[in-house]
């Protein structure tokens, strides 16, 4: 199947594509859902035929056997139904399941910078309760549709061979419902829009609440989490007040419409019985024809009830979709192989906004298999310049080379299979060690597993713990020690091998012993491999070939930990101001 061009301006063209898989069951859904419109149609019209032609007449014989016949009908119509109900609702959820596919990857390939500025919770209602209504919609919306038309031209041209004037009359009326309806739709759009925008901000600030739920507990603060709570929960309150305010007016006038028909076409009937156009079988086959197109108009009316809310959640879904990842492979990237480790920087600016930049015509240089040290003040911009190697933001000018190759022009994927990356905070999903260690490698054999774990220095504590490898360690890691989830995340590195690697070293202070076991298994690690450290401990720098001292206004200097303790300066005195760390480290 062509994948879907999400940036076509058409909003109903792209959910229509999304019935194209499944072009035959719709099929399917449409011609069982006809059949009913016609059995509907039918009916009165027999009911006519008994009325002036059989039962006056008592050939009673073939008015039992017509009735016969209805029953068998409506027995075929609830087989029909079934049909409608279970394959069209079938097509539906295949249709939604579609889209949250289709969803579920595009997140996967949007940069760093898309989940800077969306709050998880939000992604997640859009992920999930924005396409629950879909389903409905794909599967009712065009089935109601075209039932109605059906039964509404059917019943019409039935009307019209009947008596024409008073059908006229009725078809005066028409347009009128329509009107209604269609500006309806409109309001009920917006609020539904309303609703689910509400919905995804409550769903943020629960997620953001449960994920701090620790912190809140520690400062005290249920009482202010609960009252933050209060407010989106009003507001949303609010929202679907507005909705079902629409709703309302929509349902009562399409209600008063409705009974206003039927007065009418009595009224009006009578007077043309009154006046002798008309015969009292016709009057009563003109009733029963309201109540058949009065069911088009209640479709019809569901119709835009569906349309306002699951196309509400189809918008925000396109809104997503529509965002094109500014960091992608170019047409013609080439894969990064036998990488040796050379790292340039040429001339590197980036801003993460136009106002302010982080770094400034930065360059630098580092030789395959050789040690950087980062140091300097917090929020210099050591973090950023380690996250362009791996391009998880694109500097703004300048050129970063690997091996003497752009890193813009080849694909995403070698270029991020090449770099290993060791944060402060590690991140664990929530499963076992094993899965976790493996999250390196997916396809890591079982003693590849264990090696990584014995050189990260972990698979003593692995083993004690209660149900070893197998061990669940809780949402992101929440039942292991900071030390422990370091060495994790360095045997996920040691499985991925990679001859590039990016560490931040922890800035928590660590128990002497784990500290010793995380810096012995950093080197492990870094042997062989172009390391880029941010480093806050003396034991690193004095290990790395170069450091460089980075602070607001760019790389102030540069050498080895000899050189720069000699030339007594910044770094210099940044190490003086640590005492504690040279004792920690002694
Ligand atoms: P360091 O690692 O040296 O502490 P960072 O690279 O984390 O510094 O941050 C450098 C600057 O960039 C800081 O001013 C910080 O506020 C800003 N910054 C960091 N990350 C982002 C981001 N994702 N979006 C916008 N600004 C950011």
């Not at 149609?41 to 059989?54: G, K, Q």
């Not at 062989?528 to 401990?537: E, L, Q």
Request: aromatic fraction near 10%.
């Amino acid at each position: 199947m062509k994948p879907i061009d999400y940036q076509q301006p058409s909003k109903l063209r792209i959910f229509t594509a999304f019935y194209r898989p499944h072009a035959r069951l719709f099929a399917l859904d449409m011609g069982c859902a006809t059949a009913i419109a016609l059995i509907d149609l039918v009916f009165p019209l027999a009911s006519r035929y008994a009325l002036n032609n059989l039962l006056p007449n008592s050939i009673y014989s073939t008015f039992f056997v017509l009735m016969g016949s209805l029953l068998a009908m409506y027995l075929l119509r609830g087989v029909l139904n079934y049909i409608v109900t279970y394959w069209g609702h079938t097509l539906g959820v295949r249709m939604e399941a579609n889209m949250r596919r289709d969803l579920f990857s595009h997140l996967q390939s949007l940069p760093f910078t898309f989940y800077d500025k969306h709050r998880t919770g939000q992604l997640m209602s859009r992920v999930t309760t924005d396409l629950f209504e879909i389903t409905e919609l794909a599967h009712h919306g065009p089935e109601d549709l075209f039932l109605s038309i059906i039964t509404l031209v059917g019943s019409f041209a039935v009307l019209f061979t009947i008596h024409w004037q008073l059908a006229l009359v009725l078809l005066c009326l028409v347009p009128l419902a329509l009107l209604f309806t269609i500006s309806q739709r409109r309001r009920m759009s917006g609020s539904s829009r309303k609703v689910k925008e509400r919905m995804a901000a409550i769903n943020a600030d629960i997620e953001s609440a449960i994920s701090g739920a620790r912190v809140a507990k520690a400062f005290t603060n249920e009482d202010y989490e609960i009252e933050r709570f209060a407010v989106g929960n009003e507001q949303f309150k609010t929202a679907k007040g507005g909705f079902y305010s629409s709703m309302a007016l929509f349902h009562s006038g399409i209600e008063l419409m409705a009974n206003v028909f039927n007065v009418l076409v009595v009224a009006v009937g009578g007077w043309f019985m009154m006046r002798g156009s008309m015969d009292i079988n016709d009057l009563v086959v003109f009733i029963l024809y309201v109540s058949t197109f009065l069911s088009p108009i209640r479709r019809l009316t569901a119709f835009v009830e569906q349309y306002a809310t699951g196309m509400a959640g189809f918008s925000r879904f396109l809104e997503l979709m529509r965002i094109q990842p500014d960091i992608t492979d170019t047409s013609d990237a080439t894969t990064l192989s036998a990488v040796q480790g050379r790292i340039d920087f040429n001339d590197v600016t980036f801003a993460y906004d136009e106002s302010q930049n982080v770094l400034e015509h930065l360059s630098l240089h580092v030789e395959p298999g050789k040690m950087l040290a980062l140091v300097g003040p917090s929020g210099a911009g050591k973090t950023t310049l380690c996250h362009l190697i791996p391009r998880f933001y694109d500097s703004t000018s300048g050129t970063i080379t690997i091996d003497g190759h752009d890193i813009r022009g080849v694909t995403l994927r070698s270029l991020r299979q090449n770099v290993g990356i060791v944060s402060q905070e590690v991140f664990l999903f929530a499963g076992t060690v094993r899965e976790n260690i493996a999250y390196g490698r997916v396809d890591a054999t079982e003693s590849e597993i264990v090696d990584a774990a014995k050189r990260a220095e972990i698979y003593e504590s692995i083993l004690e713990m209660p149900d070893g490898l197998d061990t669940y360690v809780g949402e992101r890691g929440m039942r292991l020690s900071g030390g422990q989830k370091q060495r994790i995340a360095i045997a996920r590195i040691f499985l991925k091998n990679p001859p590039i690697l990016l560490l931040d070293e922890a800035t928590s202070a660590l128990d002497t012993v784990t500290e010793r076991r995380i810096q012995a298994s950093f080197d492990q690690l870094a042997k062989g491999r172009t390391t880029f450290v941010i480093a806050h401990r003396l034991s690193t720098v004095e290990r790395a070939d170069e450091i460089i001292y980075i602070d607001k206004q760019g790389i102030r200097e540069r050498g080895t930990h000899q050189q720069l303790m000699a030339a007594d300066g910044l770094y210099a005195a940044l190490q003086r101001s640590h005492p504690a760390e040279k004792e920690n480290d002694a």
